[in-house]
């Protein structure tokens, strides 16, 4: 997300010292860190359906349920371990959620193909929320410490809000609203437990 997108999210969520450089990265003077992989860098084409969005919002919890799956197994700090396998069991409930209702929607008791029949996406290619590839963002992991991997999970909660906080307004229907505004704030949940661990590291 770009600086001022990033902020204003953060301010909408509640955080008091969200900020925004004028000028943006170009405007900056000084050292350039090495990070995380760029979210957004995957093109989603936007659905044209509720059950196009839906199947893409599963398929986003999916790859962050495999990212949080995987860093829960982190060794050097049982605490952020325990969160990150929570937060993994969350995203499963909340792909339950999803396809609940696209079954309601669809009228598919059952549908194999779901997600992928209704995405034109690379086959066997995971995304994370924020459109990041699941591959590049576990290589970048390799070797990082608790306070990246928490400070990354930070930044796939807010891309991950932005999205159900859009996919609620384009959808219609009040129980379809209604479960992207309860996906949304139960990330809000996730934003706050992530900011609490890191500030404790």
Known sequence: MRSRAAAAVLAR???????????????????????????????????????????????????????????????????????????????????????????KRSGKDSDPGFPQSLLSLEPGVDYLEGGIVLEKALEWAQGKGPKDILEFSLSLEVNSIDLYIKMERRVEGKETKEVFQALSNQERNHLKRLTAALEKS
């Open 13 to 103: 969520e509640g955080f008091q010292k969200a900020y925004s450089m004028e000028g943006g990265i170009h405007a900056w003077k000084g050292l350039r860190a090495t990070g995380a992989p760029e979210a957004g860098m995957a093109y989603f084409e936007p659905g044209k359906s509720p059950e196009e969005l839906i199947a893409l919002a599963w398929m986003l919890e999916e790859g962050s349920r495999k990212f949080y799956t995987e860093m829960g197994k982190e060794e050097r700090s049982p605490e952020t371990a325990a969160l990150l396998r929570d937060l993994a069991d969350d995203e499963k409930k909340h792909q339950s959620s999803l396809f609940k209702i696209y079954q």
